[in-house]
């Protein structure tokens, strides 16, 4: 297999994973409703500068996703298929870039195809591939940060320099525009990291790598505050603070309270994380450090540093949900490619045995015929999660009823609502949803939307808590 029909099977094994799925599965209640809501209410409403959730400014990410799924919407209607899609092509995006990355590392094709496949069948992975969440944009602006740095360090012609170090001030300014700061702090961690390591195996101080990573830091923050700046000038100085303090320092510190969670939480969620290719990181790893060990080649650092110095930084932050982890999973897809494509004599002899023991096994037909139909295993399995997964999860049958209500004439209430209601609110209905405050007595002609685990509640249960109550008369 030569380069080529690598890339190719790394595109193809990631529609055929995702795309089958994605013309299945609904917006579920939680944050993607309220994401695609948001990105709704941008689009009809055309104000592109402050994101709203049912009118309301919502600033707890910058408007880069946002933007892309308004996009979407004005190429295909606003469905869940356009939700979704920005997310997609970031998950295949980052399946491509990690096959350049480990190419330019001088992995070998095995290696890198094995890469790239692994990264986009992991199970977080593959689950927030399709969902209408900013973090796989984020975890492709960081990847593509990463590896246009690496070019730029290994690059000798002048041209292309220049063109890595343009991509590499983008790549970071992407990653700012979608998540704040973090866009910054992991790549930065990560290279910078790289960079001392590296020094201290080669003995010697490389400092014109530590100015073009200093001078991409400075200029994509220049790129990134224009959005902070603007925010300023249109909505003063709270809502400056907001999405630039608050959102950007308060969940690291602890002082916002949002996902508040002890030192050891990613350790203990460790079982399922990178699943399941997980027991190989540990080999892969050890296999890893010899290597730089024995030939003092700093390229064998880049993805112990990408992945366990951002690591340690992120069990440092308050602020802790498994989905944080999504940009890491490229480092540790990259280690257990290599170590895969490059087996341990011990276990190329025991294959090498098995081999010679039991022929059929090894048979070209099982990869020709067995492949297709483990494929096909996995998409009618998907496609029947997803059918599941919409009737527990989506909120499309309360506002189809919602909607028919309204052409009616009733008029519709968010009673207390949570921001996963509100902004399914728009997304579904394409407009505001009054909201107040819940009251002993619904007024007649009135239809309240409730969110509620409690059992004693009067009306139409639907998906996620969510009950649908009559006005009395």
Not at 253 to 270: N, P, R
Request: proline share 5%.
């Amino acid at each position: 297999m030569n380069e080529r029909q690598a890339l190719g099977s790394v595109i193809l094994v990631g529609a055929l994973i995702i795309l089958p799925g994605l013309c299945v599965q609904q917006l579920e209640s939680g944050d993607e409703t309220r994401v695609a809501g948001i990105a709704a209410e941008m689009f009809i409403n055309g104000d592109y500068l402050i994101p709203r959730l049912n009118g309301t400014p919502f600033l707890e990410y910058p408007p880069l996703f946002y933007w892309s799924v308004s996009f979407c919407y004005g190429l295909f209607g606003i469905t869940d298929f356009s939700a979704k899609l920005p997310s997609v092509l970031s998950a295949v995006g980052c399946g491509v870039l990690l096959f350049f990355l480990a190419r330019k590392m001088r992995y070998s094709i095995t290696g890198a195809l094995l890469s790239s496949v692994m990264l986009m069948t992991s199970a977080q992975f593959f689950g927030n591939s399709r969902k209408c969440t900013v973090d796989m944009m984020l975890a492709f602006f960081i990847l593509f940060s990463v590896y246009q740095f690496y070019c730029l360090v290994i690059a000798t012609a002048r041209g292309k320099s220049s063109l890595h170090f343009l991509l590499f001030i983008l790549g970071i300014a992407g990653g700012i525009y979608t998540k704040g700061l973090l866009g910054l702090c992991i790549p930065l961690a990560a290279l910078g990291s790289w960079l001392v390591l590296g020094d201290l195996v080669k003995h010697r101080i490389a400092w014109k790598h530590y100015i073009l990573l200093f001078l991409g830091a400075f200029f994509s923050l220049v790129l990134g505050s224009a959005w902070y700046v603007l925010l300023y000038r249109a909505g003063g100085e709270l809502m400056f603070n907001t999405a630039f303090f608050v959102n950007n320092f308060g969940r690291f510190t602890g002082s916002q309270g949002d996902h508040a969670e002890s030192f050891l939480y990613y350790f203990i969620k460790l079982p399922t994380l990178f699943f399941p290719w997980l027991p190989l990181l540990p080999f892969a790893i050890r296999r890893n450090i010899r290597k730089v060990r024995d030939s003092r080649q700093a390229e064998f650092l880049l993805p112990l540093c990408f992945l366990l110095v951002p690591f340690l930084a992120l069990c440092c932050a308050s602020g802790k949900r498994i989905v944080y982890l999504l940009p890491l999973y490229a480092p540790c897809a990259l280690l257990c490619g290599q170590f895969l494509s490059n087996l341990p004599p011990g276990v190329r002899l025991f294959r090498r045995k098995i081999r010679i023991r039991h022929p059929r096994l090894f048979h070209p037909g099982i990869c020709r015929y067995g492949l297709p139909v483990v494929f096909s295993c996995f998409i009618a399995a998907d496609i029947g999660y997803c059918i599941y997964s919409n009737r527990q999860y989506s909120l499309r049958p309360l506002f189809k009823t919602c909607m028919e209500l309204e052409k009616n004439g009733k008029q519709l209430v968010l009673g207390n609502p949570a921001e996963r209601t509100r902004g399914a609110a728009f997304f579904y209905l394409r407009h505001s949803v009054e909201e107040r405050k819940k009251e002993a007595r619904i007024p007649p002609d009135e239809f309240w939307i409730f969110r509620s685990r409690k059992q004693s509640l009067r009306g139409t249960r639907f998906a996620d808590h969510h009950y649908l109550l009559k006005g009395e008369s």
